[in-house]
């Protein structure tokens, strides 16, 4: 059992169209995130999610809009997309110290 | 805001022992993790230190000093599965923050 499962695995689309990246999580966790990992393999936190309400906008354009369900799904929708937002996105999920990372989805802009 | 900094790479021989370092400046420290990454795959969690001393887990070790806001972790008898990137992270409020990654390339 996947403990945290985002999809799709891969995504390539034109610039200028929207796209969405699904999230779920079946560790009973209260805490999701997503996380952008560019080219050079750096990590950011893009948003923190507490029981379904947003903690943490970590100055993500506001073309990326998080939406949560509810507590075990953090679903991301992407605006006019950019080739800057070609990158891996990765969900996560937390309870205390450690966080585990969904498989990622690869976005590629053209 | 936070910053965090630890080796771009280090290359060592099967069955040595690796120590990638880690400090970092931040507020509102709670525990330092780490991560290991292998191409293509998701970050998996490693360890976690709370509190000052040494964690144990297997082969890897991971130690915090937080009055020097240092860590580091140690990679012992280095194996072939262990070249990924292995990223250090300072855990505030709802967030884990990264430092750039160390590349372990080892060789035979």
């Known amino acids: 059992d996947t403990a945290v499962s985002q999809t799709p695995k891969y995504l390539v689309t034109q610039m200028g169209n929207d796209k969405s990246i699904k999230c779920e999580q079946n560790?009973?966790?209260?805490?999701m995130y997503w996380y952008k990992q560019d080219s050079k393999k750096f990590l950011k936190i893009m948003f923190s999610?507490?029981?379904?309400?947003?903690?943490i906008n970590e100055t993500v354009p506001n073309r990326f809009s998080p939406k949560s369900p509810d507590k075990a799904h953090l679903n991301l929708h992407i605006n006019s997309l950019e080739l800057g937002d070609s990158a891996v996105y990765f969900c996560?999920?937390?309870?205390?110290?450690?966080?585990?990372f969904g498989s990622g989805t690869r976005l590629t802009v053209v | 805001g936070q910053s965090l900094e630890q080796p771009s790479e280090v290359t060592a021989v099967e069955g040595a022992i690796v120590q990638i370092n880690c400090t970092y400046q931040?507020?509102?420290?709670?525990?330092l993790s780490w991560y290991q990454q292998h191409d293509g795959g998701a970050p998996t969690f490693l360890s976690y230190?709370?509190?000052?001393g040494l964690e144990e887990t297997g082969r890897f070790s991971s130690f915090l000093s937080r009055s020097d806001s240092y860590g580091y972790l140690l990679l012992q008898e280095l194996q072939m599965k262990d070249s990924a990137s292995y990223f250090c992270?300072?855990?505030?409020?709802?967030?884990?923050?990264f430092g750039a990654g160390t590349t372990v390339t080892v060789r035979a």
């Open positions: 230190n709370a509190l000052d």
């Open positions: 999610y507490n029981n379904k309400e947003l903690i």
């Open positions: 992270a300072v855990r505030n409020d709802y967030k884990l923050s």
């Open positions: 560790l009973g966790h209260d805490t």
């Open positions: 931040t507020s509102g420290f709670y525990g």
């Open positions: 996560a999920s937390s309870e205390g110290g450690g966080y585990t």
